[in-house]
């Protein structure tokens, strides 16, 4: 079955520090990968996403993801949290049309 | 502003009521969605519609039943519903069928509690 995994349901960071959330995707064929937030009381939003090209991938607010087909990964990073930052964040796959599955669901929290 | 407006924000019913979810979406866009959000479980996909026509029904049980009027308004209706059923109901928009060109613009949701 075609999904994504996110193996850690909370990450907390420190302010200022580096952060990663972690997605791994057990599909056939090529994947389609995407990034969604979901701030509190709110729906989710669209980050970034990985079609085909460069590995790394840019998104809203300084956010980026990189593909890594030999450890089947696609990693969400940002240089620098801010608090602002604190969220529930989405990893999602897709692999034809109308065929989008979501992961479970990462909570990010930075500490000030 | 999401562009996709849900309502009501919260809703509380009993087992043996009758009620609607409703979704607004301003975007111009042409498949509207409905998922079921879980604490600690993937978004469940329950129900697509593209271009006003129901192309998804992922077994969901007919205590649900959606309807789409027109390409801009969605509904989920709601009868007999169990506890477990309480959840955050999403519903998303997007300019084609969930492509990969095409992502997914979300409400803010319906938080349902069912007692």
């Known amino acids: 079955a075609q999904s994504v995994a996110q193996p850690e349901d909370q990450v907390n960071v420190a302010e200022g520090n580096p952060l990663t959330v972690k997605c791994t995707y057990s599909?056939?064929?090529?994947?389609?990968l995407f990034w969604y937030v979901q701030y509190p009381n709110r729906g989710l939003q669209f980050l970034l996403k990985?079609?085909?090209?460069?590995?790394l991938v840019k998104g809203s607010y300084g956010f980026e993801a990189e593909f890594n087909k030999s450890q089947t990964s696609f990693h969400l990073k940002k240089p620098s949290a801010l608090v602002s930052d604190s969220a529930l964040y989405f990893c999602?796959?897709?692999?034809?049309?109308?065929?989008?599955?979501f992961g479970t669901g990462t909570r990010l929290t930075v500490i000030p | 502003e999401t562009g996709v407006t849900q309502t009501p924000r919260h809703l509380v019913m009993g087992m043996t009521n009758k009620k609607s979810l409703k979704c607004e979406q301003h975007?111009?866009?042409?498949?509207m969605y409905w998922y079921k959000q879980s604490a600690k479980k993937p978004l469940e996909l329950m129900f697509v519609?593209?271009?006003?026509?129901?192309?998804e029904n992922n077994s969901v049980p007919s205590r649900f039943s959606p309807e789409c009027p027109n390409s801009s308004h969605l509904f989920l209706h709601l009868h007999t519903l169990q506890p477990e059923d309480s959840a955050l109901y999403l519903c998303?928009?997007?300019?084609?069928?969930?492509?990969?060109?095409?992502?997914?613009?979300f409400g803010n949701g319906t938080r349902l509690t069912v007692t």
């Open positions: 998303a928009s997007s300019q084609e069928m969930a492509g990969f060109n095409s992502p997914l613009h």
């Open positions: 599909v056939s064929g090529n994947p389609y």
């Open positions: 990985y079609i085909t090209g460069d590995n």
């Open positions: 999602a796959g897709q692999t034809g049309a109308n065929n989008l599955f």
């Open positions: 975007l111009g866009h042409n498949a």
């Open positions: 519609y593209s271009l006003e026509e129901r192309v």
